[in-house]
């Protein structure tokens, strides 16, 4: 339901197109019962330890997406973003971790497909823009094919600085420096 979802996500409610936003609700809902978690706040980010829940970095992604995007036509006032696309996207681009993980590790289907496949999958069933299909497909360093959407590199970049704020990034340079 879309107002449970926005409790936890409150950038929903910045999205325009509430109808396309309700929707993006629906896949959430959906790929829930296809997973092994009771419950999604018990959806980790990563399997790596301490990586954090994986609805706090989709919260903080779509609210990093959103400052880097009023900052950025803010001070190129000429640029236009479509604001829709890139929270839309921020929103859905990991949320087939629910299928990828399981509270055993990683599930098949996380091992047979490239992650987030199963989300622009999803994305695109569920009536996405293609738009918000193609930066879910291209945000994960798995693929090599380069991000088309400039809304699209903004999530790619946050998600990333994100993403090293939520695992345990201190431990990765103390590793990388002893
Ligand atoms: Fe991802």
Not at 4 to 18: H, M, R, V
Not at 23 to 35: F, I, R, Y
Request: hydrophobic letters at 45%; aromatic letters at 6%; a negative charge.
């Amino acid at each position: 339901m879309k107002e449970a979802w926005q409790t936890l996500f409150p950038d929903i409610g910045e999205i325009k197109n509430q109808k396309l936003a309700k929707v993006a609700c629906g896949v959430w809902d959906e790929m829930l019962p296809q997973s092994e978690w009771a419950d999604v706040q018990s959806v980790p980010f990563s399997l790596a330890p301490g990586s954090g829940s994986l609805v706090a970095h989709t919260r903080a992604t779509m609210r990093a997406c959103l400052r880097i995007a009023r900052a950025l036509t803010g001070v190129y006032p000429g640029r236009v973003l479509d604001l829709d696309v890139l929270l839309l996207s921020a929103l859905l681009h990991d949320v087939s971790k629910i299928v990828e993980y399981s509270p055993n590790g990683r599930t098949e289907a996380g091992n047979l497909y490239q992650h987030a496949f199963l989300a622009a999958h999803a994305a695109l069933n569920a009536g996405m823009p293609e738009a918000v299909v193609s930066i879910i497909m291209l945000h994960t360093p798995q693929t090599n094919v380069p991000m088309k959407f400039l809304e699209g590199v903004i999530l790619k970049h946050a998600e990333g600085g994100i993403a090293a704020s939520g695992t345990d990034y201190q431990r990765q340079i103390d590793e990388a420096m002893a």
